[in-house]
């Protein structure tokens, strides 16, 4: 089975832009979490989809945005790009999100913002 | 409050073992998993504890005491490409399905 990908790779963008983040989970796999990773704060949970619905949400602003399709195939935005959102960006998805379940994580999207 | 604690840095030689801590304060527990994550690359899957004790995979084995919010990560014979960062993250109980994640543990293997 192919892994999680992620697109794009990599991205610059200035302050005040806005940015679309695509993954594409497992084949199979009806869950798809996101996160943010920095040096400084680790891996802070963004949201989960699961069937099309977020069903679960961290602590981040309301520019933090995610979406995901009927084929499971999921997108995240961030409007109104800040300094502080320049961080690598991973998603990770797995079968149905249970609890006992393993994530598989794609190779991440590293945003850089000017 | 929930808290996950692991040293920042960790020095080994080739061949040697390491033991890496995790501490952890959650309102709820489920399970601990640690993660592997070599720079620039995607964190990927080593263990998950449940139970109390010792559960020995290969060259890695991971440790898990409930009653003491503690769990480890025993590696040995290391080889250099073990060199990465080891993340400790705890499952919460319930219905909130994220996980709480450490800061990671970045370990340099020398020769």
């Known amino acids: 089975k192919a892994g999680v990908t992620q697109t794009p790779r990599y991205l610059i963008k200035t302050r005040g832009q806005q940015v679309t983040l695509s993954c594409s989970p497992i084949?199979?796999?009806?869950?798809v979490s996101w996160y943010q990773q920095t040096p400084g704060q680790g891996l802070q949970f963004l949201f989960e989809?699961?069937?099309?619905?977020?069903?679960n949400k961290g602590n981040f602003p309301g520019r933090f945005s995610g979406r995901q399709f009927s084929n499971s195939r999921s997108e995240m935005n961030v409007s109104t790009l800040e300094l502080g959102d320049s961080a690598l960006y991973l998603c990770?998805?797995?079968?149905?999100?249970?609890?006992?379940?393993?994530?598989?994580f794609g190779p991440g999207t590293r945003l850089l913002v000017l | 409050g929930q808290n996950i604690d692991q040293p920042t840095e960790m020095t080994a030689t080739e061949g040697a073992i390491v033991q890496i801590n995790c501490t952890y304060q959650?309102?709820?527990?489920?399970?601990l998993f640690w993660y592997q994550q070599h720079a620039g690359e995607a964190p990927t899957f080593l263990s998950y504890?449940?139970l109390d004790g010792l559960e020995e995979k290969g060259r890695f084995s991971s440790f898990l005491s409930r009653s003491k919010g503690y769990s480890y990560l025993l590696l040995k014979e290391l080889q250099m490409k073990d060199s990465a960062s080891y993340l400790c993250?705890?499952?919460?109980?319930?219905?909130?399905?994220?996980?709480?994640w450490g800061l990671g543990t970045s370990l340099a293997v020398n020769p």
């Open positions: 990770a998805s797995s079968t149905s999100g249970d609890s006992q379940e393993t994530q598989y």
């Open positions: 084949s199979g796999h009806r869950s």
């Open positions: 989809y699961f069937s099309e619905t977020q069903r």
């Open positions: 959650t309102s709820g527990f489920n399970g």
């Open positions: 504890n449940v």
């Open positions: 993250a705890v499952k919460k109980a319930g219905n909130n399905r994220k996980l709480i």
